[in-house]
Structures are given as structure tokens and as C-alpha cells.
């Protein structure tokens, strides 16, 4: 089994660039235990301000600004919801 595209989008938020692609992976990208690859983030002025991935080696975890930290993958739904209050938090209305 291939990997399978399960969301992909990209659109202008807050004069800046949001894009969200979510993957169902045949087998975890170690050392994260779930069948999904995600690649998600927030970029203004060419520079992130919001990212989440599950990069291989790494496992899942996310930025905010210049600062990487864990992340504790629950689904995709949650996933989501964690990304965008994230990029609220950062847009900080702007």
C-alpha cells in the first residue's frame, strides 16, 4: 500500500500563507506509533510563525517562531484543532 493523500490545502490567512497536508502512511514514521505523515504550517513575510510535522528521526513535534518543542499526536481531527489555535495565537489578530 502506498501512501494515501487524506487532506491537502493551501489559501492566504492573515497576510500570510497557511498549507495543510495529511498523509496515511502504510507504516508510522518512526519514531511517531500512528499511520500519518503531516506536514502543516504558517508562513508570513518568508518566515514560519506556525508549523507542525512528524519529520522522520524526529517524530511529532511543532514551531512556534524559532522554537521547536514536542507534540503529543492524539488524531487528525485534534491535530487540527491544535494547529489552528496555534495560528490564531501567532496572527494575534493581525
Request: charged share 30%; proline share 6%; glycine share 8%.
Amino acid at each position: 500500500m502506498d501512501a494515501e493523500l487524506l487532506y491537502r490545502e493551501k489559501r492566504r490567512h492573515k497576510g500570510g500563507i497557511i498549507e495543510l497536508v495529511i498523509w496515511c502512511v502504510p507504516q508510522p514514521v518512526p519514531p511517531s506509533e500512528h499511520p500519518f505523515k503531516y506536514r502543516l504550517v504558517f508562513v508570513r513575510d518568508g518566515k514560519r510563525l506556525v508549523g507542525y510535522d512528524n519529520e522522520r528521526g524526529k517524530g511529532d513535534h511543532k514551531h512556534l517562531g524559532a522554537i521547536e518543542s514536542p507534540y503529543e499526536f492524539v488524531n487528525e481531527t485534534r491535530l487540527l484543532e491544535d494547529f489552528w489555535q496555534d495560528v490564531m495565537e501567532a496572527s494575534n489578530g493581525n
